[in-house]
C-alpha cells in the first residue's frame, strides 16, 4: 500500500501547478532573491532557473515541487493586486527639469507592505540591529510583527520641483528611501508626494512608519541589507513629538537617559544603539524571523545635517529638502549619520563581509565570507598605526615623536614652490592659475589593489608592485627638478633617508628610476605585506562617480562638453539649483570621509592613549587602504604635473636627473588636488597644454567632468600668489577668493 501512495504522490509532485513565467521571475524579486539562490537552493544550474522563468522549459521531480512550494509561499507574501486595506497609487506630478534621473539602483517589485526577509548572514556593525537567520528562502519572509494603524496614510501632491520615480518601484519602498516630517504631520516623500502621519510620541512614530509609511530602500548587494527608513524631524515636528529645541548635553550631544523621549522608547519596549538619542538616533526592536524592525531618526535642529557636508540644505523647506535628500539616498545610500558615516557604509553595502552558504553535507544555510570583501577586524603592522594604537604603545614610551623610518606618513600634498626658484618668464606672466582634480581620492580608488588581510612582516624584500602593504626604502637618492614637488612625500620636500611608504609610491620610484634610468638601486629594507589582495574599493568608486556625474549633469555640466563648453557650464552650475548643488556638495563629502574613515582615531574625552577604541573592531577599520588611497592620489597628481612639464617645454632637459628646461609648465604651489601655475591669461585654456584641435597633451591635466579630470578651481594675480608663498602660505589654499579655502576634495 505505501508504494501506491509513494507513486501518487510522485505523480502529484510531477504535476505541481506552477504560476505563468512571467510571474515566477516577479515572485523571484520581489524577495530580493537572485537566480543564483534559487538555483542553489534546487540544486540545478542558474541557466535552468532562467529557461523556467523564461517558459522555455518546465520543472521536472523532484525540484519541480520544491520549485512550486516556493512560489506558492512567496505569492502569499506578495499578491499580485495591493492588499486590502492599502491605498491605491496616486499620479506622480511631473518632474522638473532639474530633477535628478531615476535611480539606477532602484529596487524590484516586492510586497506592497512588508519588508522582505533574507539569507542567514553575520558581521552585522554593533549599532544596528541584524536580521536574523533563516531555515530556507520561503521561511525567510518575514511574518507581521507591527501594528497596522486604523488610519491609512493620505497622499497628496507636494509643492516645488521633486525627483522622478522609477517606474520599477519596489512596492515595500513605494514612496522612496526618506520622509521629512513638518510640524502639522505631513512627511514629504520623494517625487513629490507627502503622507499624513498622525503619530504624536516617537514610539508612535516608529510604529507608523514600518506599519504604514512603506519607506525605505533595497539592498544594493544580494547578500546586504536593506535601508532602513529614514524620518528627518524639522523644529516644528521635534517640538510635536515633545523633543527640545536643543541638546543640553553639548559633549555626548545626546538626550540623557531620564528624558522623558527616552523613557517612552523604553516603555513601548523598543531600543536604542549605543549612541543613544542624538542628532542621528535609530530606534529599533530586535529582529524576529529575519524581520528588521528599525527606523533612523534625524533631528534638523540638533544638526543633523552637517553645513560643511550639506551647505544650507537644512533650511530648506521640507518639500525641497526631501527632494534632495531623495536624490542623494537614491544615487549614493539613504543618510545614516555624517557623510563619513555613509561613505564608510557604502563599503559595506556594495561588498558585504558575508553571504549565505549552503552546507552540502546537511543542505542548510550559514553565513560565509564573501569574496573580495574585508570579512574581519585585523591589526595594522606598527609603522601603518595612528600613535594613540595599542602596537605603537606598546613599541615607543608616549611621548615618543615617531621619525619617517618608524611611521607610514601618506597624505596629500601641501607644499608651495620656493619663491627664489621663480624664473624670469614665469615672474612676467600676470595671473596664477589653480586647476582642481575632480574627486581625487575617488579617482585614485579605481582599480586599486588593496590588502583584504593582515599584514605580514618581511625582511629585506624584492620591491613588487602588484602586492600591496608598507615598505621601508631609502627613496632620497632619486633626484628631481627643485621646481616640482618630490612624490614622495605630503611637503614636497627631497626624503632624507629610509622612510615608510605604501606600495603605489615605491612603484612610482620604480617607474622614474626606470623611465629616467637614474643610478639608484630600489632596496627595501623590510615590509609588512599583505597577501590577500583584490580591487575592493572598485564597486564603491563605480558607485560614487555615476554619482556624482549624475548631480553633475542635472547642474548642467555634461561628459560630452568643449573644454571651452565645461568652463563656460561650470561658471555659476550651482546656483541654478541649489538642491542638487548641496547634493553635490555632500557627494564630495562622502568621498573624502569615508576614506578618512578607514583609520578613525578615538573619540571622546574617558578614551586614554594605549586603549583599543570602538572603531578597531570593525573590518572596515584600514589605515593601510587610506594610506595607499591617499599614496596613489598623490602620485596619480606628480605624474600629470610632470607630463605637463614634459609636454610643454622646448628647451632640452638635464640630463642624470628628473628636471627641465626653463620654459617648462611647471606649478608654483599644489595642495591635495588643486595645482597653481604662472599664466599669459585668466583661463586654464591660456595654460594647460591643449593642442589646435581641442584635446589635451597625452597623461597631462584634461578639463572635463569625470572623476580625475580637472575644473577651473580659481584666478588671482600673480603678485598675489608670490606674496602668499613669501609669507609661507599656500596659494592654492585661496585661489578660489576672498572668504573661501580649498583643503581638497
Known amino acids: 500500500m505505501s508504494e501506491l501512495f509513494d507513486a501518487v504522490d510522485a505523480l502529484i509532485a510531477g504535476h505541481s501547478p506552477l504560476p505563468a513565467p512571467p510571474e515566477r521571475e516577479r515572485l523571484r524579486k520581489a524577495h530580493g532573491l537572485s537566480q543564483e539562490q534559487v538555483a542553489a537552493a534546487l540544486d540545478v544550474r542558474r541557466a535552468t532557473v532562467v529557461s523556467w522563468e523564461a517558459g522555455r522549459t518546465e520543472p521536472r521531480p523532484p525540484q519541480r515541487e520544491a520549485y512550486a512550494r516556493l512560489l506558492s509561499k512567496l505569492a502569499e507574501l506578495y499578491p499580485a493586486a495591493p492588499v486590502e486595506g492599502t491605498t491605491a497609487p496616486v499620479p506622480v506630478p511631473a518632474p522638473s527639469p532639474a530633477a535628478p534621473a531615476a535611480d539606477p539602483h532602484a529596487g524590484t517589485p516586492?510586497?506592497?507592505?512588508?519588508?522582505?526577509?533574507?539569507?542567514?548572514?553575520?558581521?552585522?556593525?554593533?549599532?544596528?540591529?541584524?536580521?536574523?537567520?533563516?531555515?530556507?528562502?520561503?521561511?525567510?519572509?518575514?511574518?507581521?510583527?507591527?501594528?497596522?494603524?486604523?488610519?491609512?496614510?493620505?497622499?497628496?501632491?507636494?509643492?516645488?520641483?521633486?525627483?522622478?520615480?522609477?517606474?520599477?518601484?519596489?512596492?515595500?519602498?513605494?514612496?522612496?528611501?526618506?520622509?521629512?516630517?513638518?510640524?502639522d504631520g505631513s512627511l514629504f516623500c520623494a517625487g513629490g508626494l507627502v503622507l499624513e502621519c498622525p503619530a504624536k510620541t516617537v514610539p508612535a512614530l516608529v510604529e507608523w512608519t514600518l506599519a504604514e509609511a512603506r519607506l525605505g530602500a533595497a539592498r544594493l548587494h544580494r547578500s546586504g541589507k536593506d535601508s532602513d527608513p529614514l524620518i528627518v524631524l524639522t523644529a516644528a515636528a521635534a517640538a510635536r513629538l515633545g523633543l527640545p529645541d536643543r541638546l543640553a548635553d553639548r559633549?555626548?550631544?545626546?538626550?540623557?537617559?531620564?528624558?522623558?523621549?527616552?523613557?517612552?522608547?523604553?516603555?513601548?519596549?523598543?531600543?536604542?544603539?549605543?549612541?543613544?538619542?542624538?542628532?542621528?538616533?535609530?530606534?529599533?526592536?530586535p529582529a524576529q524571523g529575519g524581520t528588521r524592525n528599525c527606523v533612523q531618526l534625524a533631528v534638523l535642529p540638533w544638526g543633523a545635517l552637517d553645513a560643511r557636508a550639506w551647505g544650507d540644505a537644512g533650511e530648506l523647506p521640507p518639500a525641497e529638502l526631501a527632494r534632495v535628500l531623495a536624490a542623494y539616498a537614491t544615487r549614493v545610500l539613504t543618510p545614516r549619520g555624517s557623510t563619513a558615516v555613509a561613505g564608510l557604509e557604502l563599503m559595506s553595502a556594495l561588498r558585504p563581509a558575508t553571504r549565505a552558504v549552503k552546507d552540502e553535507q546537511t543542505g542548510s544555510w550559514a553565513s560565509g565570507p564573501v569574496p573580495g570583501s574585508l570579512t574581519e577586524p585585523v591589526d595594522p603592522a606598527p609603522p601603518e598605526a595612528p600613535d594613540e594604537h595599542p602596537v605603537v604603545a606598546a613599541l615607543f614610551p608616549r611621548a615618543h615623536q615617531r621619525t619617517p623610518a618608524e611611521v607610514l606618513d601618506e597624505e596629500a600634498y601641501d607644499w608651495i614652490r620656493e619663491p627664489e626658484l621663480l624664473t624670469d618668464a614665469e615672474c612676467a606672466r600676470p595671473y596664477a592659475v589653480g586647476v582642481d582634480v575632480n574627486t581625487a581620492f575617488l579617482a585614485a580608488a579605481n582599480r586599486l589593489v588593496v590588502g583584504l588581510s593582515g599584514p605580514v612582516h618581511v625582511k629585506a624584500p624584492r620591491f613588487d608592485r602588484t602586492v600591496p602593504g608598507s615598505w621601508l626604502v631609502d627613496l632620497s637618492g632619486i633626484e628631481l627638478d627643485p621646481r616640482l614637488p618630490s612624490p614622495f612625500t605630503p611637503h614636497g620636500r627631497r626624503p632624507e633617508g629610509p622612510a615608510w611608504y605604501a606600495t603605489p609610491t615605491v612603484a612610482y620610484a620604480a617607474e622614474l628610476i626606470d623611465a629616467y634610468r637614474l643610478p639608484v638601486a630600489l632596496s627595501p629594507i623590510e615590509a609588512y605585506l599583505r597577501t590577500g589582495a583584490g580591487p575592493y574599493l572598485d564597486p564603491w568608486y563605480k558607485h560614487l562617480a555615476d554619482a556624482y556625474k549624475a548631480t553633475m549633469a542635472d547642474l548642467g555640466v555634461t561628459a560630452d562638453l568643449t573644454p571651452a563648453g565645461f568652463l563656460a557650464a561650470m561658471e555659476g552650475h550651482k546656483a541654478g539649483d541649489p538642491g542638487m548643488a548641496a547634493v553635490l556638495s555632500a557627494i564630495k563629502s562622502t568621498v573624502k570621509g569615508g576614506i578618512g574613515k578607514l583609520r578613525e582615531r578615538p573619540q571622546g574625552t574617558a578614551y586614554r592613549p594605549g586603549e583599543r577604541w570602538p572603531a578597531l573592531e570593525r573590518p572596515t577599520w584600514r589605515p593601510d587602504i587610506r594610506a595607499a588611497v591617499i599614496s596613489a592620489a598623490r602620485v596619480n597628481m606628480h605624474r600629470k604635473l610632470l607630463r605637463t612639464a614634459l609636454a610643454t617645454q622646448t628647451a632640452p632637459a638635464p640630463a642624470g636627473a628628473v628636471a627641465f628646461g626653463e620654459d617648462a609648465l611647471l606649478p608654483v604651489a599644489v595642495l591635495s588636488d588643486c595645482a597653481v601655475y604662472p599664466s599669459g591669461g585668466p583661463s586654464p585654456l591660456d595654460v594647460l597644454p591643449y593642442g589646435p584641435d581641442g584635446t589635451a597633451a597625452p597623461g597631462t591635466f584634461r578639463l572635463g567632468v569625470s572623476p580625475g579630470m580637472v575644473k577651473h578651481e580659481g584666478t588671482q594675480p600673480l603678485f598675489w600668489a608670490v606674496e602668499l608663498m613669501e609669507q609661507r602660505h599656500n596659494p592654492a589654499r585661496h585661489i578660489k577668493g576672498a572668504g573661501t579655502e580649498d583643503d581638497g576634495e
Open 110 to 183: 516586492a510586497a506592497p507592505d512588508r519588508p522582505a526577509g533574507r539569507l542567514p548572514r553575520s558581521g552585522a556593525p554593533a549599532d544596528r540591529p541584524a536580521a536574523g537567520p533563516a531555515a530556507d528562502f520561503a521561511s525567510a519572509a518575514p511574518a507581521a510583527s507591527t501594528v497596522r494603524s486604523p488610519r491609512p496614510a493620505v497622499r497628496r501632491p507636494a509643492a516645488g520641483p521633486a525627483p522622478a520615480v522609477p517606474a520599477a518601484v519596489d512596492p515595500r519602498f513605494a514612496h522612496g528611501p526618506l520622509g521629512v516630517l513638518d510640524g
Open 251 to 285: 559633549r555626548a550631544m545626546r538626550l540623557p537617559e531620564d528624558d522623558k523621549v527616552v523613557r517612552q522608547i523604553a516603555r513601548a519596549k523598543w531600543r536604542l544603539t549605543k549612541r543613544g538619542f542624538g542628532p542621528w538616533a535609530r530606534v529599533y526592536r
